[in-house]
């Protein structure tokens, strides 16, 4: 029997999730609602470890090949405190610009005869009626899941932190994390490359901060042109770029159930993700693969299907959910890491999750816990 598949969402889960299904069977109608035009997108470039992408070409290896090609990437995370740059060995990083992961699936859709249809937001009760299965991948402010909180038991949690996201036309040498203190307040910058000439900046401050520094009686671009002054060094004298740069809180959306009916939730309509553990877009992609391989193994059964992709996926989220709430934590509270050195402030950072342990750290990362060793005893040596 020849199904019908809705995605509402065209971003990056939407389009892979459409793009797997209708490989898989050209026979189905699949098609793609998306309420943008095909050329927007908001923020700058998608950061992806070594083991996010490895992960994602078990949906097919060679539409991630293909994306793998337009990618900047380096083998070190920076971290800078105390204007200590301190560096970590042991992961692979690869970057590429928002705009052209979504044309590259965009075009990996046609070419399998999805149908995309731009500049059309769903909203409504009724909107999977047309269809066999609706797949929200509408993001974390998701309509389809808004027309049904108590159905999928949805929560939603506004966190203390406040970010914002900008660009700059500066190439940093790897992914890193920036700390600045100034009149007692702690400022942080998440920079990486994602093309040879440009970089995303993630501005963010915490709540001691957000009222200690004035921002929170500033306008958003008083905001910047602060993290302009203070990053002034990090950042070249180049000024950041705003592309709908709004400064917020970081929103944790949960979900007690994952589907209802025949819809069913993917990405951050189903559960938004941190970026202090990685990149929401890899997650999102993830859920992606797993909805399309609980309908290969379920086949036309929609409601087993359903079941299988929440029963399988749903481990993970929740362990990288565990995570995410001990990173947020860190970060809330990083006005009270400030007073480590160097060397004890990064290692600190990168056991916060409790997925690293110092063990894996002295077998991923060598070369960075041997100079932890040397700076820590040489500090507590009189």
Request: glycine share 8%.
């Amino acid at each position: 029997m020849a199904m019908h598949f809705k995605i509402v969402g065209g971003g990056p889960a939407g389009l892979y999730f459409a793009y797997l299904m209708k490989r898989s069977h050209p026979d189905y109608v699949i098609r793609v609602v998306e309420q943008n035009a095909a050329n927007a997108t908001y923020g700058f470039g998608v950061v992806l470890s070594e083991r996010a992408l490895t992960f994602l070409a078990e949906g097919d290896p060679a539409a991630i090949a293909r994306l793998s090609r337009r990618m900047e990437t380096w083998n070190v995370q920076h971290i800078v405190h105390r204007g200590v740059r301190v560096v970590v060995d042991g992961s692979s990083y690869f970057a590429i610009e928002r705009l052209a992961l979504l044309e590259e699936l965009q075009t990996r859709c046609r070419e399998a005869g999805v149908e995309v249809e731009f500049g059309r937001r769903i909203e409504s009760r009724a909107s999977g009626q047309d269809c066999d299965v609706l797949v929200a991948a509408d993001g974390a402010n998701s309509a389809i899941r808004d027309c049904h909180p108590a159905a999928f038991d949805t929560r939603i949690v506004e966190l203390e932190n406040h970010f914002a996201w900008y660009g700059v036309d500066k190439p940093y040498d790897a992914h890193t994390l920036t700390f600045v203190q100034r009149n007692r307040c702690t400022f942080c910058a998440h920079h990486y490359r994602y093309t040879p000439l440009m970089s995303t900046f993630v501005a963010e401050v915490d709540a001691p901060t957000w009222q200690g520094s004035g921002m929170s009686s500033m306008t958003d671009d008083g905001r910047k042109q602060l993290f302009e002054d203070i990053y002034r060094d990090t950042l070249g004298g180049n000024k950041l770029i705003s592309n709908r740069s709004i400064w917020c809180r970081w929103r944790l959306v949960t979900n007690g159930k994952w589907h209802y009916r025949n819809r069913v939730l993917i990405g951050d309509a189903q559960r938004s993700a941190h970026p202090s553990i990685g990149s929401g877009t890899r997650l999102a992609m993830e859920d992606s693969i797993a909805l399309w391989r609980a309908f290969e193994a379920e086949g036309t059964d929609i409601g087993a299907a359903f079941e299988r992709y929440e029963r399988e996926r749903r481990p993970i989220r929740d362990k990288l959910s565990t995570a995410a709430e001990r990173s947020i934590a860190w970060y809330e509270n990083v006005g009270s890491k400030v007073a480590l050195s160097p060397y004890e402030f990064a290692y600190d950072y990168l056991l916060r999750t409790g997925l690293m342990t110092r063990e894996r750290l002295e077998r991923d990362s060598p070369r960075f816990m041997e100079r932890y060793r040397e700076n820590v005893n040489s500090v507590k040596t009189p």
